[in-house]
């Protein structure tokens, strides 16, 4: 008799629930709900952007749009990449030795923690985070060290969650190797000041830290213009900061700044030492990304370069897509203020958290578990531990009763405890095509009565 097959997964995998991610895809499928969950665009794409994905794919004799290219990035992409953020960083980006694409910014993320963190290595990550950094810096074997963002008592605006730096800096000791900063900040809409930027970076060179910049939403910010006319842009690089290039890695999405996310093209931008371990796990990893996207994400950055730099009034990333996402931000936080929702005014990305506490109509979540579960059993009184927490209740409930599918909080909370302090927020992504927010209209009104 053979043994019974019973395979034990690697003990790294950990956790193996669904992400809230895969938890909100699916309930919002099953229950047809308008979809505010997950960060994409759910309108047309940019049509200059596919049109030249088009151009290449009815040439299907171009080996250089077809056929493996090279490794570490197609030479046309890094070549603009490097033009490109050597303007923005205003450092010299070394085209073959600073870049590497890579499969969405997930994977350039992946691989700086895979390339730099050992064993018991402790990595800072801003909390609430994008909820992969966590799992991630765990995969590599490293220690995420969470420290809060805070949002007083009655604020309304991204802009005042903040950090506690003296909190920061006493939770570095000499296991931590690196610190996670997120600009603009997914989920609460913050851009962080220059001054916020400068403290990091002076406690990353105080204690050697790496810096890992996740900057994937650079380009969902709406840029001023003073009163010469003269652009101001309000995103400040972490590459850019004074003596900052030599220890960061910047995280880009391809994806999130021309609106196309599932081409899921990305990159890690570091100077050749920090970047070499990142490229070494490529080539035995992905070894090397689609190159037809390469290649149209290539000639859209180059054709999008002088208008950003000489007529941004023409440009898609200096102003049609900022101000789009403005006005999409200003529809949805009418919406939401109406059904009762007190808004967190987003800086910049395309999230915006709501708070739901004074929502009509809202079950007490906590109390119909334990009546239901009372109702079913005889016993006495039994203790009931309800482990989920009540923002998550919130959005499955507003999911399958409401039809409209949000991501709660919590979600971007490692702690049980943080989670519980941090319950009564949801999540709301308002790039969405006119339909569809129309739709979500709909469901809120019904929800304000
Ligand atoms: C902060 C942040 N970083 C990284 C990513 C991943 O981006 P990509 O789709 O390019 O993998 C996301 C996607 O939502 C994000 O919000």
Request: hydrophobic share 40%; charged share 25%; proline share 6%.
């Amino acid at each position: 008799m053979s043994t019974p097959f019973n395979p034990v997964p690697a003990e790294r995998v950990g956790d193996q629930s669904a992400s809230i991610w895969t938890e909100f895809a699916a309930l919002a499928v099953e229950n047809k709900a308008v979809n505010l969950g997950q960060g994409f665009p759910d309108g047309s794409a940019p049509k200059f952007v596919t049109d030249i994905l088009k151009k290449i794919s009815e040439k299907p004799e171009m080996v250089d749009g077809h056929q493996y290219t090279r490794g570490y990035g197609h030479p046309k992409l890094v070549e603009t990449l490097a033009k490109w953020y050597s303007y923005l960083y205003e450092v010299a980006v070394n085209a073959s030795d600073d870049i590497l694409i890579t499969v969405g910014a997930y994977h350039a993320l992946y691989y700086a923690f895979l390339a730099w963190i050992n064993e018991g290595d402790e990595v800072i990550i801003i909390e609430p985070a994008f909820d992969c950094y966590g799992p991630q810096i765990k995969f590599a074997g490293g220690v995420p060290v969470p420290v809060l963002m805070k949002l007083p008592e009655g604020a309304d605006r991204a802009c005042d969650f903040k950090i506690d730096f003296v909190e920061l800096e006493a939770k570095i000791n000499t296991n931590t190797k690196m610190i996670v900063i997120n600009n603009p900040h997914n989920p609460t809409g913050k851009l962080f000041s220059y001054s916020e930027l400068q403290r990091t970076a002076d406690l990353a060179k105080k204690y050697n830290l790496i810096v890992v910049a996740d900057e994937v939403y650079e380009f969902h910010v709406e840029n001023t213009f003073n009163v010469q006319g003269v652009w101001k842009m309000e995103m400040v690089r972490f590459a850019s900061l004074p003596g900052m290039y030599e220890r960061t890695i910047s995280i880009g999405s391809a994806g999130k700044i021309f609106s196309v996310t599932g081409w899921k093209l990305g990159w890690a931008i570091a100077p050749k030492k920090l970047l070499a371990p990142l490229k070494a796990n490529h080539q035995n990893c992905a070894s090397s990304c689609s190159t037809p996207t390469q290649l149209a994400v290539a000639e859209a950055l180059e054709y999008e370069f002088p208008k950003y730099l000489f007529r941004p009034f023409k440009s898609y990333l200096a102003y049609k897509l900022p101000k789009e996402i403005c006005k999409k931000c200003r529809k949805m936080s009418v919406m939401l203020k109406k059904a009762n929702f007190t808004t967190i005014w987003p800086d910049a990305g395309f999230f915006m958290l709501a708070d739901y506490s004074n929502v009509k109509n809202v079950p007490n979540f906590k109390e119909s578990v334990q009546e239901e579960s009372q109702a079913e059993s005889d016993e006495p009184e039994p203790q009931i531990e309800v482990e989920d927490p009540a923002d998550l209740m919130f959005a499955r409930w507003l999911c399958r009763e409401k039809k409209i599918a949000v991501i709660p909080l919590t979600a971007f909370y490692s702690t049980n405890e943080d989670k519980n302090a941090n319950d009564k927020m949801i999540r709301v992504c308002f790039f969405k095509k006119e339909e569809t927010l129309n739709k979500a209209k709909k469901v809120l009104d019904k929800l304000s009565q």
